[in-house]
Each structure stands twice: as structure tokens, then as C-alpha cells.
């Protein structure tokens, strides 16, 4: 599963020739035998990605109905593969003649992706720290118990006091379950958090960082529940909060979000709607900057 993952991420467009196909043997997608052709590109495709990167039987490959994407002669459908419970979706482009196989993305260079992202982001219900003005705004879908996350966290945190008044961060919950075992508990925490005393959150989401390699399975709800009171909250409420179905339909809520998105990994970020995946401290700060850059640029003119 993690090289076919990591194979898909580093990857920006691979265009392969399935061999064994032909045109002759795949006729077009049309409107007489669209199911048909269908049903059989998708069992090719499978079979090619399983002999492509030596996905036994023990993986599940579900290849999703071949839909059409926004290009003449290209379908798109969304693959899924699972090792061991853990899910990994993603997209990929074929040719109406069932003959090649694209990974990547499309790109409409009329529309605004930037634009488009931070529309489909719900802001309104999430934890966020920093001046709601402010003309950076960063969004994290995060899971509490990631490493990676926590490295995120870190870089923030030295990154932030730099940019006052210059940049807001949203958290949006995004636990990944099948491999992180504790990260629901946090999810619900912070929610919580949020719910009684919207500042706590960001108390809280320190804590559980900075103490993440202590905290497992057998004790997150205590912990978290020792977080809580350290962050100044209500004990008994808290607790009714992290037993009940609000908190948990906002971190449900939360994910849905991410995956609209096609966040499938953590931290996902978006600066200003632009995706960057990972923790790379310098690669937000260049996307900081460079935002910042286009807002000086456009005051000037302004003012002009």
C-alpha cells in the first residue's frame, strides 16, 4: 500500500500505454454500449494497476464508474485501494478507447483553482487563530495522533509570530482511523474544546502535539480529559460533550469536507487555497510570502 501511495503522490502525470489493450478491442464510450464498454475498461484497468505495482489478491482495487471529465475523449473515475483496512482514493484519467491511463490533474485554465478550493472550504464552523482580516489565510486538515501533523504544528508555531496580523489558521479535523487508533478521541477533544470555549481549542491543540508521543488507545480519553481541565473548561461538560452526538457529527462533518476536496492524506494544507501536502516549513513560507507579495502589489495600484 505505501508504494503505490507514495508512487501515486510523487507523481504528477504518468501516461502509460496499456499494452494490452487495443482499439480494435476496447471500442468507444458511446451511447449504445456505454455500460458495456465501461464494466470491461474498468476490469482492464484494474488488471493493469494490480500487475503494474504487484497488488495481490489480499488488495482490494474497486475501479469507479468511468464518468466524462471535462476534456473531449477523456473519462475519469476514482480508484479505490485498500490494504488491511487502510483506504487510499484516487483519480484517474482513460481514454474513450480504453487504451491509455493518466494520473493527475486537469486543469481549467479559465477558472480560478485558488478560488475554487477556498469555496468549497466550510470555515465558518472551524477553530480558527489570527485576525479574520488577515490576507493569509491557512487551512490544516489534520489528525491529532499524524507525525507528520505534529511537524506541521511546529513549523506554524515558529512560523506565526512572523506574520502578525498577517495570517489566520483554520483546523479542520480529518482523522484517519484505520491507522491512527487515538485520533477520533483528540478529534472530538478539540471539537469539544471549541464547542464550550473557542479560544481553548488552540491550549488544547498544543497540548495534544506536544504531547502526542505519550498519549495511545488505552489513554487518550484520559488525557484528553487532562488537557481539558488545563485549558480552563467545564470537566463535567466536556465529558458529556466528547460522550454525545454533536461533537462527533462536526468531526464527521469535518472529514466529509476534506474529501470533497480530495484531501486522502495529513496535513493537507491550502494557503490561500493553494494545496500543499506535508509539513515543509519553507514551501509555506514561500506561498506566505508570495501571497503577501500580491496583496502589496495590488494596495500599490490602488493607491496609484
Not at 487495443?22 to 474498468?42: D, F, I
Not at 488577515?134 to 489534520?142: H, K, M, N, Q
Not at 484528553?224 to 488545563?230: D, I, L, P, V
Amino acid at each position: 500500500m505505501r508504494l503505490f501511495v507514495r508512487i501515486l503522490a510523487e507523481v504528477c502525470l504518468i501516461l502509460v500505454a496499456a499494452r494490452f489493450l487495443s482499439a480494435a478491442q476496447q471500442p468507444s464510450v458511446s451511447s449504445g454500449n456505454s455500460s458495456l464498454a465501461a464494466t470491461s475498461t474498468q476490469k482492464d484497468v484494474e488488471a493493469y494497476l494490480r500487475n503494474l505495482y504487484a497488488l495481490g489478491p489480499a488488495v482490494k482495487v474497486a475501479v469507479g464508474p468511468l464518468k466524462q471529465s471535462p476534456v473531449e475523449g477523456i473519462l475519469e473515475t476514482d480508484i479505490d485501494v485498500v490494504i488491511e483496512g487502510n483506504k487510499q482514493t484516487v483519480k484517474f484519467y482513460v481514454s474513450k478507447d480504453g487504451k491509455y491511463l493518466l494520473r493527475g490533474e486537469l486543469s481549467d485554465m479559465t477558472k480560478d483553482p485558488l478560488a475554487e478550493n477556498l469555496a468549497r472550504i466550510h470555515m465558518s464552523d472551524a477553530p480558527a487563530l489570527g485576525d479574520a482580516k488577515a490576507p493569509v489565510t491557512i487551512v490544516e486538515y489534520s489528525d491529532f495522533e499524524c507525525p507528520v501533523c505534529r511537524g506541521l504544528h511546529d513549523a506554524l508555531r515558529g512560523l506565526l509570530p512572523s506574520y502578525a496580523g498577517k495570517v489566520r489558521v483554520i483546523f479542520k479535523d480529518f482523522p484517519i482511523e484505520q491507522i491512527h487508533p487515538w485520533a477520533r478521541t483528540a478529534a472530538l477533544a478539540g471539537r469539544c474544546a471549541f464547542q464550550q470555549k473557542p479560544n481553548a481549542f488552540w491550549k488544547l491543540y498544543d497540548l495534544i502535539y506536544d504531547n502526542q508521543e505519550i498519549i495511545s488507545a488505552a489513554n487518550a480519553w484520559t488525557k484528553m480529559t487532562e488537557y481539558a481541565a488545563q485549558a480552563g473548561l467545564d470537566s463535567e461538560a466536556f465529558k458529556g460533550c466528547m460522550a454525545g452526538p454533536e461533537a462527533a457529527a462536526a468531526v464527521n462533518a469535518s472529514r466529509a469536507n476534506g474529501e470533497k476536496l480530495e484531501v486522502n492524506s495529513t496535513p493537507t494544507v491550502f494557503v490561500n487555497g493553494r494545496r500543499l501536502v506535508g509539513a515543509d516549513s519553507h514551501l509555506i513560507q514561500q506561498y506566505i510570502d508570495y501571497e503577501l507579495a500580491k496583496t502589496n502589489s495590488r494596495n500599490s495600484a490602488d493607491k496609484k
